[in-house]
T-cell receptor, first 113, second 113 residues
Framework: KAGVTQTPRYLIKTRGQQVTLSCSPI?????VSWYQQTPGQGLQFLFE???????NKGNFPGRFSGRQFSNSRSEMNVSTLELGDSALYLC????????????FGQGTRLTVV | ELKVEQNPLFLSMQEGKNYTIYCNYS?????LYWYRQDPGKSLESLFV?????AVKQEGRLMASLDTKARLSTLHITAAVHDLSATYFC?????????????FGQGTILTVHP
């Protein structure tokens, strides 16, 4: 059974650019959550999608957005990148919305220069 | 809002010794998770604890949950070097939290020969 797949694994972007990260959940899982991990702030919740609907959002500026497609794949977008956006972005999938165990992908390491 | 605190944040152990990581949370959490993270890697699910008094064991790790005290513990028995990693606990506030997990700061465990 394939796990959660995140692409790309590594990205280097320049300040002011935008970036799109992708997450394919485990087959049959309909909930996808995104987290940002930094040494200073730890693991912080970005947003969660279930059946193409955003059900919950963390305390991040509007530059951070996401969406989910009908096949449950999800993308997150960060516009006008800042140095502080450098982080490991983790995607988690679960079968239902907040009701079951969450499995994490390998993450996308974003570096903003 | 659910807050999760772990202690200690750093734990240096000798092989063969026992120790406990504590995870306190601030408000009702309908389940408690423990994850392991190796450097540069994603989060590996260790345990999901669903009810008061729940105890789960896997190898040298045992996790328990006391919902009345709002406390979960991860006990390490006869530590070995392979257990060196960062351990996170995470709570789920239930209700409209949907897929949102709130993580503790993480405990960096180093096991020395």
């Amino acid at each position: 059974k394939a796990g959660v797949t995140q692409t790309p694994r590594y990205l280097i972007k320049t300040r002011g650019q935008q970036v799109t990260l992708s997450c394919s959940p485990i087959s049959g899982h309909r909930s996808v959550s995104w987290y940002q991990q930094t040494p200073g702030q730890g693991l912080q919740f970005l947003f969660e999608y279930f059946s193409e609907t955003q059900r919950n959002k963390g305390n991040f500026p509007g530059r951070f957005s996401g969406r989910q497609f009908s096949n449950s794949r999800s993308e997150m977008n960060v516009s006008t990148l800042e140095l502080g956006d450098s982080a490991l972005y983790l995607c988690a999938s679960s079968r239902d919305a907040g009701n079951t165990e969450a499995f994490f992908g390998q993450g996308t390491r974003l570096t903003v220069v | 809002e659910l807050k999760v605190e772990q202690n200690p944040l750093f734990l240096s152990m000798q092989e063969g010794k026992n120790y406990t990581i504590y995870c306190n949370y601030s408000t009702t959490s309908d389940r408690l998770y423990w994850y392991r993270q190796d450097p540069g890697k994603s989060l590996e699910s260790l345990f999901v604890l669903l009810s008061n008094g729940a105890v789960k064991q896997e190898g040298r790790l045992m996790a328990s949950l006391d919902t009345k005290a709002r406390l979960s513990t991860l006990h390490i028995t006869a530590a070995v070097h392979d257990l060196s990693a960062t351990y996170f606990c995470a709570g789920h506030a239930g209700g409209t939290s949907y897929g949102k997990l709130t993580f503790g700061q993480g405990t960096i465990l180093t096991v020395h020969p």
